[in-house]
């Protein structure tokens, strides 16, 4: 980036891997000067764009593409998916939303009904809420001992590199509200 241009929203936004950060530090509220109003053209390129990505992904049949959705409820997901997702051809793309495991994914490790979702080569998966929930929501609540979910991050990690090293690109979103909009767009 030269210093004379200012960074692009991406730039802003990107966490770079490896990095850590901390949700307390960040506003939620941050718009970084854009405005629902002014970002309609910003987006319909932005969607076109995507339209067309998936089009030479699928044609190529060579690269699989993950993409990943995080957030609190109402955070914006379901959203995310209808809306920007939009691009996308259905007939090359999935999206799954983890819920409560059922008995067959329970009588398997935590991570299998995840890896049945993976994308293929020329495919796009889309995982609204994702693997992250089997350290989340089992830390929270107790469920499982410190000792199972806390081997489950570096477990994670080489399940993610497994995909990477296979091909997978993927891409993370964390999205974040304050609790008062939450409990807003929940009421």
Same mark, same amino acid.
Request: glycine share 6%.
């Given at each position: 980036?030269?210093?004379?241009?200012?960074?692009?929203?991406?730039?802003?936004?990107?966490?770079?891997?490896?990095?850590?950060?901390?949700?307390?530090?960040?506003?939620?509220?941050?718009?970084?000067?854009?405005?629902?109003?002014?970002? +309609?053209?910003?987006?319909?390129?932005?969607?076109?764009?995507?339209?067309?990505?998936?089009?030479?992904?699928?044609?190529?049949?060579?690269?699989?593409?993950?993409?990943?959705?995080?957030?609190?409820?109402?955070?914006?997901?379901?959203?995310?998916?209808?809306?920007?997702?939009? +691009?996308?051809?259905?007939?090359?793309?999935?999206?799954?939303?983890?819920?409560?495991?059922?008995?067959?994914?329970? +009588?398997?490790?935590?991570?299998?009904?995840?890896?049945?979702?993976?994308?293929?080569?020329?495919?796009?998966?889309?995982?609204?809420?994702?693997?992250?929930?089997?350290?989340?929501?089992?830390?929270?609540?107790?469920?499982?001992?410190?000792?199972?979910?806390?081997?489950?991050?570096?477990?994670?990690?080489?399940?993610?590199?497994?995909?990477?090293?296979?091909?997978?690109?993927?891409?993370?979103?964390?999205?974040?509200?304050?609790?008062?909009?939450?409990? +807003?767009?929940?009421?």
């Amino acid at each position: 980036m030269s210093p004379s241009r200012s960074p692009s929203l991406r730039q802003l936004l990107r966490v770079k891997p490896g990095s850590k950060v901390r949700l307390a530090g960040i506003d939620p509220n941050e718009t970084h000067g854009r405005g629902k109003q002014g970002s +309609a053209a910003e987006l319909a390129t932005g969607l076109e764009r995507l339209t067309n990505l998936q089009d030479r992904i699928w044609a190529e049949q060579k690269h699989p593409v993950l993409i990943v959705l995080q957030g609190i409820d109402a955070a914006g997901k379901d959203g995310s998916v209808t809306h920007v997702m939009s +691009a996308f051809n259905p007939m090359g793309c999935t999206v799954t939303s983890f819920k409560v495991p059922t008995p067959l994914e329970l +009588a398997h490790d935590y991570l299998w009904r995840t890896h049945q979702r993976v994308p293929g080569k020329g495919e796009i998966a889309i995982f609204n809420r994702s693997h992250y929930e089997d350290v989340l929501v089992v830390r929270v609540h107790d469920i499982v001992p410190k000792k199972v979910w806390a081997e489950r991050y570096d477990q994670i990690n080489a399940f993610e590199s497994l995909l990477a090293s296979s091909g997978t690109t993927i891409i993370k979103f964390f999205l974040l509200i304050d609790k008062d909009e939450q409990k +807003a767009r929940l009421t």
